[in-house]
């Protein structure tokens, strides 16, 4: 079994290798100390399972395993952190386990064993995806950013960098910084982990920066345009108008 | 007790206050033709018994109070106005009392009939007076509130400064404990003499952490020393990603400021700053003297592809309060990002212990 060791603290990575020192069967392919080798690092060795810390610069742990779905990876996963713990309590639903920073050796080899039978049998119930599991550790809290991979590049987008949403099939274009990033995933699954007070649906392909907003013009009696700071013009429906309207009068 | 019995000072006052109302009782007399010897005979008891009698509104005003409304005086006005005509009454005919006992002195023969005369004057005089020590009573009553929530305020706001002191307190991290707890059970493996050095390290950081906190102002250089503890832990956790440049000037260290304003400056530049980045780098604290003030500055590098911070996170916000709300306008906060720099600078007047 191949295993993939990710955490950017040294030490954390030493105790997950001294533990697994005593599972001959597993042998550990690469350790990673951020994101964005763990990704290198995956495509290169493909792992069967992977220790991963949450909290890491650039790229976290749920930011990670997203980007490995997309490539249509799933290795088994044992979050590794010192993360809030309720927040976590959630991932027992998903029957995926976690370590709580610092644990025992039985803790440990509890978790490894959970892991491989996932990884053995093919699984019931399908893996939860990883926004999923990233939605519940945020327990309600909006996103505050979005990854993309964009070719062997891998671009983060912070929400407020994000000036519109475009919905196109399977997939989303994100309007950034004057550049369009692709990003499968639907608008609706994208638009419920935003916050609704920031990004509006003015339209049924189209979510909206509020911030990038400069007013509505009414081209016919059915007919409207957003019009934005940069002066690009979006479609605005009715029920997008009618939901503009009510968070207006709202503030 | 009643407030103007309870000093002399007070009771001599009130006192003084009767001295014109008699005056103007026995000015009143003479007018009506009364000689000298009646009219002072008469308005000097009276009024000084009135005085005496008339302190009991005090302790009805405190069973009825106002309620601080003016609806207030109209439900309790019915019971005031009947006991200011009984009170007035009784005033007269103390009066007459007064008149009949003192009839046997000579030269004041004619004083029950005269006192006869002006009972209904007495009486609407007794009212009158009646009603202005009710008055007086609710002043009193008013001012006494008044300093018990003066009183009551302050003793809230310092026990609200010693609760968000203790919070501060609490306020350890536990991503940091839990973290460092990790290293050193990495260590304990690894390499035991250095697992031993960060338990010490931690017990240092943590004993100096909780003595802080019970004292509202401290020495820059405890300050200093707890920043020191704290992060020779995280030197150990994030290893070569962390770089540290110490400038002290020791002319700043005796500086007195309020407790755990330091620690605050430190962890943001570690959550923020080095955990944030992968190669990490340097977080520098400065701590200088220039022309009587003490500049502490806390700089680390920020990520750049991160958006720059928008506003004060919570931690920073405290910080700027609190060094405000000791020294007001003579001391400065800044936090700002420069060339890919996080820099927060803290400006106030050196003053040491005495």
Redesign the interface.
Known sequence: MKALIID?????R??VR?HLAAHPDVEVVAEC??G?EALKAAAQQQPDLIFLDI?M??LDGFEVLELLEAEGKRPAVVFVT??DQHALRAFEAHAVDYL????SKERFDAALAKARALHAAQPAVPAPSASDLAASARQGRPLERIVVKDGPKVT?V?L??LDWVQAQDDYVLLRTEGKNLLKQQTLASLESQLDPSRFIRIHRSYLLNLDRLVRVEQDSKEHREAILRDGARLPVSRAGYQRLRELWEGA | MHPLLASRAKLGAYLLGWAPITLLLAGIARSQGWNSLEAGALALPLCLSAAFLFLSTWFLCRALPLGGTVEGLGAHGMAWGMAAVLMGGLWAGLAWLLARMLAWIPGLEALPQRVGNALPVLTGLGVLLYLASVALSYLMLAQERTLEAERKGAEAQMLAQESELKALRAQLNPHFLFNSLNSLSALTAVDPARAREMCVLLSDFLRRSLGLGERRLVALREELDLAKAYLAIEQIRFGNRLHLTWTVDPAAEPALLPTLLLQPLVENAIKHGIAALPEGGILAVTAVVLEGHVILRVDNPLDADAPAPQGLGIGLRQVRQRLLGRFGSRARFEAAVQDGTHRVTLVFPLETEP
């Open positions: 950017d603290e040294d030490l954390a030493a105790v001294e100390a951020n964005l909290q610069p650039k010192a993360y709580l920073k610092p644990f983060v912070h407020d960098r």
